[in-house]
C-alpha cells in the first residue's frame, strides 16, 4: 500500500458523503457546518496529516458516548436497554478517508474473498447473500440433489474480535506502516461513556475502555471487521468443498 498523503479533496469528499445532522459525539461537531465551512478543509487536511506522521491522536476524538436507549418500559434489567454509540465527527471524517484509501489497495490488489459480500460498495447489504441462497436452494430443488448448509449468527460479532488480530490482519494484508501504527495507537486509546436520557452516567475521569472488540459507528469498522475474517475465506475456498451450480462452475463455500 502506497503511504498515504491526505489532502483537502480527501476531507472535501468525507464532508459530502457525511449526513448532514448525525449525532456528533464529544466534539459536539456537525458534517453540515463542516460541508458550509470550506475553508477549513485545507486545515483539517494538515492536522490529519500531521497526526498520522506522528501516530497520535488526542484522546478526545477517540472516545465515544453510549447512548442507553430503552427498548421497553422495564427501566431496571440492563438487557432492555439498545446501546448507541455515537463517535466524534472529527474521528469519523479522518477514518472514512484512511478507509477509503484501504479498500483502494484491497480492490486494486484484489484480497478480499468474492464471499465477502457485505463490505462491498454499491451493494444492498444481506440482498445478494439471500439471492445466492434462494438460487441454490432452487436448484437442489429442481435437481433433487444433495445439500448440507449452515446458518451461523454472529452475535454481537464486532465486539468479538481480539486487538491483536485487528493488527495483525493489516499487517498481513500489507496496510501501509504507517495508517497501521496510527490505528494501533487509537485503538489503545478507545474508550467510552455511558449517557441516559441525555445524562452522562459516567464520570469524565472514569471513562470505559474497549480492550477487546472494533469501536463502531465510523466507515472504517465494517471493512476491518470483514479484513479479520478474510484468511477464514480464503482456508474456506481452499478446502475443496462447496456447492457447485453447474459442472465446471465455481464452487460455493460460504457467504459472509
Known amino acids: 500500500m502506497d503511504p498515504v498523503l491526505i489532502t483537502p479533496d480527501d476531507v472535501a469528499e468525507a464532508v459530502r458523503r457525511a449526513p448532514n445532522w448525525k449525532s456528533p459525539g464529544l466534539d459536539g461537531l456537525h458534517h453540515y457546518w463542516l460541508k458550509g465551512f470550506m475553508v477549513c478543509h485545507a486545515v483539517l487536511a494538515r492536522q490529519f496529516q500531521k497526526a498520522l506522521d506522528q501516530k497520535s491522536l488526542p484522546s478526545l476524538f477517540t472516545t465515544g458516548i453510549t447512548h442507553l436507549v430503552p427498548k421497553d418500559r422495564d427501566s431496571t434489567d440492563p438487557s432492555k436497554y439498545r446501546p448507541i454509540t455515537c463517535l466524534p465527527t472529527i474521528y469519523k471524517t479522518r477514518t472514512f478517508i484512511l478507509s477509503a484509501r484501504i479498500i483502494r489497495h484491497l480492490n486494486s490488489n484484489q484480497v478480499m474473498s468474492r ?22 436452494g432452487k436448484v437442489v430443488k429442481r435437481n433433487r440433489r444433495n445439500l448440507s448448509a449452515a446458518w451461523i449468527d454472529y452475535k454481537k460479532a464486532f465486539d468479538s474480535v481480539p486487538h491483536t488480530w485487528l493488527k495483525r490482519v493489516l499487517e498481513l494484508y500489507k496496510v501501509d506502516c504507517t495508517v497501521r501504527d496510527f490505528l494501533g495507537q487509537c485503538m489503545g486509546q478507545w474508550s467510552t461513556i455511558l449517557c441516559h436520557l441525555g445524562e ?30 478474510n484468511p477464514l475465506s480464503t482456508l474456506l475456498e481452499g478446502s475443496g468443498r462447496g456447492f ?9 463455500t460460504h457467504l459472509f
Open 200 to 229: 452522562r452516567m459516567t464520570a469524565a475521569e472514569n471513562h470505559i475502555r474497549i480492550r477487546r472488540g472494533i469501536f463502531q459507528g465510523d466507515c472504517l469498522s465494517p471493512i476491518w471487521f470483514c479484513l479479520s475474517l
Open 244 to 252: 457447485q451450480l453447474r459442472r465446471g462452475g465455481t464452487k460455493v
Open 115 to 136: 464471499a465477502q459480500n457485505g463490505c462491498r460498495g454499491g451493494g444492498c447489504g444481506t440482498k445478494g447473500p439471500l439471492l445466492i441462497d434462494a438460487v441454490i
